[in-house]
């Protein structure tokens, strides 16, 4: 991978799937520099706008798109899904954390730093989605949420093919004593995703099994997951977690992104 390539992550699930073009990009192949080396896709975060600007135009062009074909969102960490259709540009703000389209050409795009990106896809209903799901949009139904507005325009929840990008894995993920109790008051199975941690009382977190399982229950065919850890890679992600502890001011932003082919 060259220094001016964006690096990007695919999944084989839907690799398999015809007619679509997906991407989990790494922090690798921008033009950042600093806290935001290099691929920092985030206008959210303290970059030079410019340089998330061709950041992003990097991205997209190695699913041979344009930089306005990429729809991305105000994320809220809400179960908040939009639906983007004839009336969406490149202008618009979006205020959610998923997106669902049947329209070929438009990129749906996440925005993480340890959180989970979620692409989604029904290639017999030419319908795909895309979430941002941490621990409190996961918890609140975002993902239960995009499967249903998939529905609507024709999906069926046995046909979706999903894939779980790059997260923060369970252990990286210590949480305190009051952590749990909406997990368990939600299922009383979640205690399956929390496993103790040395301090008394925490807990390391499952973020992307619990999402997986979510998924799953929603009736999804097929959820696969990527084995990253986004807070302990550091060369190849960006971490709020990890900035964090290193007491840094603030982080890039990963872009994740799903296409239907036109």
């Keep these: 991978m060259t220094a001016n390539v964006a690096a990007m992550i695919t999944v084989s699930a839907l690799n398999g799937v015809q007619r679509i073009r997906h991407g989990f990009f790494t922090r690798e192949g921008g033009v950042s520099t600093g806290l935001y ?6 206008f959210g975060s303290g970059d030079d706008p410019q340089n998330v600007a061709v950041n992003r135009a990097r991205a997209l062009e190695q699913l041979d798109l ?10 809220q960490h809400t179960s908040t899904v939009v639906t983007v259709d004839d009336d969406w540009s490149a202008d618009s703000r979006l205020v959610a954390d998923a997106l669902v389209t049947n329209r070929n050409g438009i990129a749906l795009g996440v925005l993480t730093a340890d959180c989970a990106p979620v692409l989604l896809v029904d290639a017999k209903a030419n319908v795909i989605g895309a979430a941002h799901a941490g621990w409190r949009g996961a918890l609140g ?45 939600e299922d009383p199975e979640n205690h399956f995703f929390f496993v103790g941690a040395t301090r008394n009382g925490h807990h390391y977190f499952d973020l992307p099994g619990y999402i997986a399982r979510r998924l799953a229950r929603q009736g999804v065919g097929e959820v696969a997951r990527t084995p990253c850890d986004t807070c302990r890679e550091e060369s190849r992600f960006f971490s709020h977690r990890r900035s964090v502890l290193k007491g840094e001011k603030d982080c890039g932003r990963l872009l994740s992104t799903i296409v239907l082919e036109r």
Excluded: W
């Excluded at 999906?155 to 979706?160: F, M, T």
């Design 37 to 42: 080396s290099s691929l920092n896709c985030g």
């Design 66 to 75: 344009g930089p306005h074909a990429l729809a991305t969102m105000d994320q």
């Design 141 to 185: 139904g975002v993902l239960d949420n995009t499967v249903a507005a998939m529905v609507r325009l024709g999906a069926k929840p046995a046909r979706i093919v999903s894939a779980v990008g790059p997260c923060i894995a369970q252990r990286s993920y210590e949480v305190g004593p009051e952590f749990p109790a909406p997990f368990l008051a």
